[in-house]
């Protein structure tokens, strides 16, 4: 005879996983999970990486302990990640830390670029001068106010291109450390 006042553990996780976990839960579960990914990447395989995160999520999704205490019993992100490693010692390029690395390197550029431009347009709307040409970063910039209007430009040549392209691609195999990807020589 089934006891219908007590549920059995296994009643309490089909509960929980008709129920779903909430909006927090879940924002906890994904951002753990996501730091986690990011630091498999420098251990394991890109298979390895998802099938681990996959697993994990599963277990976390009917976990019957409240959120907050099932991942602190999981650990750091960090010692979590080196604890699947074949060869702590060996590690791999994080691409995907790299990738972030190049997007806030390309924000920087523009953000100082834009800076500069306005630096200069407001040198010469309170200056004699009619007009000021400077350089940023390789790029030709040019500052204008006259009784015709005020405006700034800038030149379209290979620069313009090559700049941000450069700051991005070191930007990226600095973050994402690519010295790992070379052999290292073992003692």
């Known amino acids: 005879m089934i ?4 549920p059995t ?7 929980r996983a008709a129920r779903g976990l909430s909006f927090a839960d879940r924002w906890r579960r994904d951002s753990y999970l ?4 990011w630091h498999l990447e420098a251990v394991v395989t890109g298979r390895e990486r998802r099938s681990i995160i996959r697993s994990l999520r599963d277990e976390l999704s009917v976990d019957r302990r409240p959120m907050t205490i099932a991942l602190a019993d999981l650990g750091s992100p960090r010692a979590l990640a080196a604890r699947y490693a074949d060869d ?6 994080t691409w995907s830390i ?6 806030v390197a390309i ?8 800076l500069f431009t306005l630096g200069m347009l407001a040198v010469v709307e309170q200056s004699t001068l009619d007009e000021a040409h400077a350089r940023f970063f ?21 620069a313009w291109i090559l700049v941000p392209l450069v700051i991005i691609a070191v930007a990226v195999l600095v973050g994402a450390r690519c ?8 003692d």
Do not use: T
């Open 138 to 158: 390789f790029v030709d910039v040019l500052a204008f106010a006259n009784e015709d209007g005020i405006g700034v430009g800038w030149s379209g040549d290979v």
């Open 3 to 6: 006891d219908q006042k007590h």
């Open 98 to 103: 790299g990738v972030i690395w190049g997007g």
């Open 88 to 93: 702590p010692a060996r590690l791999r390029p």
């Open 179 to 186: 010295w790992r990807a070379l052999p290292c020589s073992r």
């Open 107 to 114: 924000l920087a550029y523009w953000f100082s670029f834009a």
């Open 34 to 37: 996501q730091r986690l990914d």
């Open 9 to 15: 553990a296994d009643d309490l996780l089909a509960e």
